[in-house]
């Protein structure tokens, strides 16, 4: 079975409902706007502009709109990075993504995911999907089940390990990078490493960057390697991995707001600032260093805003 995904415009959208008008089926699911179903192929259009074509027919009919999108001029899906060969989501693949770059507070996350051709239906069937389409509490819900029916490497990076990185002058790409090797590793070493026919890694540098950056590690995941963005798109591999990256961030995120006796906001906003000079008032600056990627602006914003509390 195949699984396709595009992005259209509402435009784009009208047409794909009246195109399929005459296979239309009701779908109660939340954000479906339109579902129809052909002999091979079922088809899911949602309030974000997102559809699903899933089943035999599936690239046949996602096909359909590219093409027609091509004419109009709007890119479908624009990934960027390697060209993916034929029928790619049907491959055995070997997935990775991280989470938590982007955020003051907490670990980064990285998973690897291999799923072979023959468990594309069932993952599917858990519900995998772009984990942009899913809520937090739903990929908590997910991964447990995700966990059990492949085989995954999750590395959680605290935040002492990753400001003592970072203060030895590794850049993010570079911490990013070698987690992605070592989860991939990892992986390979659970399964026959020759099962997966290609790895697939969520592109977060260029693959000269991305291996320039590991070039110093004894093993350096190599063969078969590709890269793309929006690659949670591409196979459901890489969006278990996503989900994987996503729920270990979550849990980390619970304990450490357990430890600091406040929620702890995720991102890098205002927000984080307020939070973040509560916790500095509340329990001094080397406890917020020890849940916090010391580097960001936040540090700084956070202490401004402290000091200014302190005077009242
Ligand atoms: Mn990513």
Known sequence: MSNEVIQLSSAQIKEVVSHYGNQRIERNAPGVVFAAKLQDTSITAYK??????QGGGATREAMR????????GTKVNATKGDTLPEAFALKSVLGSDETGKGDFFGPMTVAACFVPADKIDLIQFLGVKDSKMLTDDLMR???????????????VLGNEKYNTVQAKGWSQGKI??????????????????TKPDYILIDQFAERGIYFNHIKTEKEIIRENV?????AEQLHVSVAAASILARVAFLEEMDKLSQKAGVTIPKGAGPKVDEVAAKILLAKGEDFLTSITKKHFANTGKAMTIARKKKNY
Do not use: R
């Not at 819900?141 to 590395?155: E, F, R, V």
């Not at 590709?226 to 929006?230: A, E, M, P, R, V």
């Open 141 to 155: 819900k997910m991964a447990p089940d995700l966990k059990h029916s492949l085989t995954y490497s999750i590395l």
């Open 48 to 53: 974000s502009g997102k559809v699903l074509f």
């Open 176 to 193: 990013t990078a070698l987690l992605h090797n070592q989860a991939l590793k990892h992986v390979l070493t659970k399964i026959d490493p």
């Open 226 to 230: 590709l890269f793309s963005t929006k």
């Open 65 to 72: 709109w590219g093409t027609a999108q091509e004419k109009t």
